[in-house]
């Protein structure tokens, strides 16, 4: 098997007198997708943001290829090729798709004072960067807030491919899109496993995570609930972990006492 691109073991996060995150261990490997699933507030966002940059671990050890890390920066993890598509998208909704793909990173052409933005380049490039993700968009021209959330997200996808991210992390990128379009962002982590990459994708919904991914990490209050292969459980049994099985019984048997109260 491959050399893990992220080993994460027994990490742990508090903020002041809460604890976000408690002895919370996985791997990331190339080519494969590790889902991370929990309900609200269950330490998914916080882990990511570790592994991103924007917050350091205070308890257990963070591998990136092999090397313990601390990053004090989302600079940091982006420089040992860890993108992170946060949910919001920092987009600017009215500058165009193609100046979004490059935000920060234009081609120029002409030297020193000369230099001059190669807009065709720009356009061209991200137009093949999208066709070879299989994206077909119009217009590279229009403005990024007329996009679908689905198509914003697939862009940021294929920016991170392109600019060539090895870990890319997905926060709930499936969570405020419809059937149709949470398929096709599947689609694309699809695609980034297949060119390589390592995928943390972060989601509530077992449906979205199964398809696709090869290892799942459950979190409950901070807490591991649970780490699986995809060979170690099926979906019907994902849901029942992921919907806290007993606790739901109980909470049914609750509701029915209070009507009969
Ligand atoms: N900056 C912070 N300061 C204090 N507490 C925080 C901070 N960020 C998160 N928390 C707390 O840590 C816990 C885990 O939060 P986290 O955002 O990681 O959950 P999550 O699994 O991403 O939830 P959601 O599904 O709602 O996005 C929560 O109890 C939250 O209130
Ligand atoms: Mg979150």
Redesign the pocket.
């Known amino acids: 098997m491959s050399e893990p691109l992220i080993e994460v073991t027994g990490i742990g996060k508090t903020?002041?007198s809460?604890i976000?995150?408690r002895d919370v261990s996985t791997v990331v490997r190339p080519g494969e997708v590790t889902c991370v699933l929990?309900?609200?507030?269950?330490?998914?966002?916080?882990?990511i943001?570790i592994l991103a940059g924007v917050?350091q671990h205070d308890s257990g050890e963070f591998r990136v290829e092999g090397e313990p890390v601390r990053f004090t920066s989302p600079r940091d993890a982006l420089d040992r090729g860890i993108a992170t598509v946060y949910q919001d998208l920092a987009v600017v909704p009215l500058m165009s798709v193609w100046r979004n793909f490059f935000l920060g990173s234009e081609p120029t052409r002409g030297f020193g004072p000369f230099r001059l933005l190669d807009r065709r380049k720009g356009r061209t490039t991200t137009k093949r960067a999208l066709a070879d993700m299989g994206i077909d968009l119009r217009d590279v021209e229009q403005p990024v807030g007329t996009l679908s959330g689905g198509e914003r997200q697939c862009v940021a996808i294929a920016r991170a491919v392109y600019f060539g991210a090895k870990v890319l992390i997905l926060?709930?990128p499936t969570a405020a899109l419809g059937v149709k379009q949470a398929g096709v962002v599947l689609k694309y982590v699809a695609q980034a496993r297949d060119r390589g990459l390592g995928v943390v994708l972060?989601t509530?919904n077992p449906h979205h995570a199964y398809p696709v991914g090869d290892r799942f990490l459950l979190?409950k209050?901070?807490a591991a609930l649970g780490g699986y292969e995809k060979s170690e459980i099926d979906l019907p049994e994902l849901t029942r972990q992921m919907a806290g099985g007993a606790e739901l019984a109980a909470l049914e048997h609750e509701l029915r006492s209070m009507e009969s109260a």
């Open positions: 903020y002041g809460v976000a995150l929990g309900d609200n507030g269950a330490g998914k966002s916080t882990l943001k917050h926060d709930e972060i509530h979190l209050r901070g």
